[in-house]
């Protein structure tokens, strides 16, 4: 996730790193939000936070489906089925999911059978196949995993609607609007899910802290290798950035003034920060799932052609990252990242962003995620597929905060 881009266009607190050297300045250069207005309030209030590497209850790795493009969203015909496309959400899949699954069921819409099948019950898969219950249609997910056991619960579960998301230059202006689109969809429909009961949506408290202000980053160096000359993304201004497209719905960062917040570091920005508890929203989308009549079948698929077997005409294809295999897509370049979680803390209710390192108290674990330790920017991970927990980086993003909380006064005594 990027927490640049609570800045950079009023977005989310989401974990991003280097890049959030663009945090301060908008598109056009112009200082955004409510950057300067000192406020050490909401730092003041907080819990103390004591981690250690002895309680990390689990490490776990994810690969974000990233397109150069954008996510895939066309349509196509293959064994006498309609294939409606809707895969490669980089890091932003929680995020758009709701608005993605509605461009998904409006193709679907188009076609004369009323009987669905989506593949896939990832996050994409799951409210695809909600989207189309709640339009009428009669829907059954096939899948090999259900959510519980998908790349998607092992993401770091916050609103980053433009993480990894696709380049500027290859996914062109219709994209942006698109997605503008997907993100005003999805930020409306989660807005239907908080205040209730387990909280499986809520917003925290989320502070993004560095030890400098950060500096204006640059669009792409052209002298050097691109994604254009290589057939991958090589640097980290080629990302693209549409958070500023939506900065009328998002809530503002406030500056917390330079050398007197509670942290103790020099440049500390609070704003609240939407995130998704697993746990509880997972299960709440599998009842609704259930409740409306819709079915599940454990099917793995090998070949496209393995589609030619299904009952139903119209399928909305939705295996994420494992595009690259069963649907021969090479265009999913693997982005690797983990998280490590500690046990729930019910004092902490906020979520903070320190030295490329990101932690959220959620109901179900502290999450701890070291996704930028090297300070490579959206680089980190790209193109890296090994889905092996590192202990060691796990314990370096703990020792982040630890470090931070020992350093800070406000929690000392
Ligand atoms: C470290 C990390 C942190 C992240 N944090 C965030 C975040 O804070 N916010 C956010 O919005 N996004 C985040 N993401 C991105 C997000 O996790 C992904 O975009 C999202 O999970 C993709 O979901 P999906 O449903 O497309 O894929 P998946 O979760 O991989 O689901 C794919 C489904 O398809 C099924 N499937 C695949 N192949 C087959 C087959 N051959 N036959 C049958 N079934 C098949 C699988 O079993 C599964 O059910 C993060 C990603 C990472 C790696």
Same mark, same amino acid.
């Given at each position: 996730?990027?927490?640049?881009?609570?800045?950079a266009?009023?977005?989310?607190?989401?974990?991003?790193?280097?890049?959030?050297?663009?945090?301060?300045?908008?598109?056009?250069g112009?200082?955004t939000?409510?950057?300067?207005?000192?406020?050490?309030?909401?730092?003041?209030?907080?819990?103390?936070?004591?981690?250690r590497a002895?309680?990390?209850?689990?490490?776990?790795?994810?690969?974000?489906p990233?397109?150069?493009?954008g996510?895939? +969203?066309?349509?196509?015909?293959?064994?006498?089925?309609?294939?409606?496309?809707?895969?490669?959400?980089?890091?932003?899949?929680?995020?758009?999911?709701?608005?993605?699954?509605?461009?998904?069921?409006?193709?679907?819409?188009a076609?004369?059978?009323?009987?669905?099948a989506?593949?896939?019950?990832?996050?994409?898969?799951?409210?695809?196949?909600?989207?189309? +219950?709640?339009a009428?249609?009669?829907v059954?997910?096939?899948?090999?995993?259900l959510?519980?056991?998908?790349?998607s619960v092992?993401?770091?579960?916050?609103?980053?609607?433009?993480?990894?998301?696709?380049?500027?230059?290859?996914?062109?202006?219709?994209?942006?609007?698109?997605?503008?689109?997907?993100?005003?969809?999805?930020?409306?429909?989660?807005?239907?899910?908080?205040?209730?009961p387990?909280n499986?949506?809520?917003?925290?408290?989320?502070?993004?802290m560095?030890?400098?202000?950060?500096?204006q980053?640059?669009?792409?160096?052209?002298?050097?290798?691109?994604?254009?000359?290589?057939?991958?993304?090589?640097?980290?201004?080629?990302?693209?950035?549409?958070?500023?497209?939506?900065?009328?719905?998002?809530?503002?960062?406030?500056?917390?003034?330079?050398?007197?917040?509670?942290?103790?570091?020099?440049w500390?920005?609070?704003a609240?920060l939407?995130?998704y508890?697993?746990g509880?929203?997972?299960? +709440?989308?599998l009842?609704?799932?259930?409740?409306?009549?819709?079915?599940?079948?454990?099917?793995?698929?090998?070949?496209?052609?393995?589609?030619?077997?299904?009952p139903?005409?119209t399928?909305?294809?939705?295996?994420?990252?494992?595009?690259?295999?069963?649907?021969?897509?090479?265009?999913?370049?693997?982005?690797r990242?983990?998280?490590?979680?500690?046990?729930?803390?019910?004092? +902490?209710?906020?979520?903070?962003?320190?030295r490329?390192?990101a932690?959220?108290?959620?109901?179900?674990?502290?999450?701890?995620?070291?996704?930028?330790?090297?300070?490579?920017?959206?680089?980190?991970?790209?193109?890296?597929?090994?889905?092996?927990?590192?202990?060691?980086?796990?314990?370096?993003?703990?020792?982040?905060?630890?470090?931070?909380?020992?350093?800070?006064?406000a929690?000392?005594g």
């Amino acid at each position: 996730m990027r927490r640049r881009q609570i800045f950079a266009g009023g977005i989310a607190l989401g974990a991003l790193g280097a890049p959030a050297v663009r945090a301060l300045v908008g598109p056009a250069g112009a200082v955004t939000g409510v950057a300067g207005v000192s406020d050490t309030g909401p730092g003041s209030r907080l819990a103390p936070f004591r981690p250690r590497a002895d309680q990390i209850t689990a490490i776990k790795v994810c690969l974000r489906p990233f397109r150069a493009a954008g996510p895939r +969203l066309d349509v196509e015909h293959v064994a006498g089925k309609t294939v409606i496309h809707n895969y490669g959400h980089g890091g932003s899949g929680w995020s758009l999911s709701w608005g993605s699954a509605n461009i998904a069921v409006g193709k679907a819409a188009a076609m004369p059978d009323r009987r669905i099948a989506v593949i896939g019950c990832g996050i994409i898969g799951l409210t695809s196949a909600l989207t189309a +219950l709640r339009a009428g249609f009669d829907v059954t997910i096939y899948a090999r995993d259900l959510l519980p056991h998908t790349r998607s619960v092992r993401a770091n579960g916050s609103w980053t609607p433009d993480s990894r998301i696709a380049l500027t230059a290859q996914a062109g202006p219709a994209f942006a609007d698109l997605w503008e689109q997907m993100a005003r969809y999805s930020w409306a429909t989660y807005r239907d899910y908080l205040g209730l009961p387990g909280n499986p949506i809520e917003f925290v408290d989320s502070y993004v802290m560095a030890d400098a202000p950060p500096e204006q980053e640059q669009g792409p160096d052209l002298a050097k290798p691109t994604y254009t000359t290589t057939g991958r993304p090589q640097q980290s201004a080629e990302f693209a950035q549409y958070g500023a497209r939506i900065r009328d719905i998002i809530p503002a960062e406030t500056a917390l003034a330079d050398g007197t917040n509670p942290f103790g570091v020099a440049w500390a920005r609070h704003a609240p920060l939407m995130i998704y508890n697993f746990g509880a929203y997972g299960h +709440l989308l599998l009842e609704e799932f259930h409740q409306a009549g819709g079915r599940m079948v454990v099917r793995e698929f090998h070949t496209p052609a393995d589609l030619g077997a299904l009952p139903e005409k119209t399928v909305i294809n939705c295996p994420g990252y494992a595009a690259r295999d069963w649907w021969n897509d090479d265009s999913v370049i693997p982005v690797r990242g983990q998280t490590a979680w500690l046990p729930p803390d019910p004092t +902490l209710h906020y979520g903070l962003d320190y030295r490329g390192a990101a932690m959220i108290a959620k109901s179900d674990g502290v999450m701890i995620q070291g996704y930028d330790l090297d300070r490579l920017g959206e680089m980190a991970g790209v193109g890296n597929s090994f889905e092996h927990p590192d202990r060691a980086e796990a314990e370096r993003a703990v020792g982040v905060f630890a470090d931070l909380f020992s350093r800070s006064q406000a929690w000392r005594g």
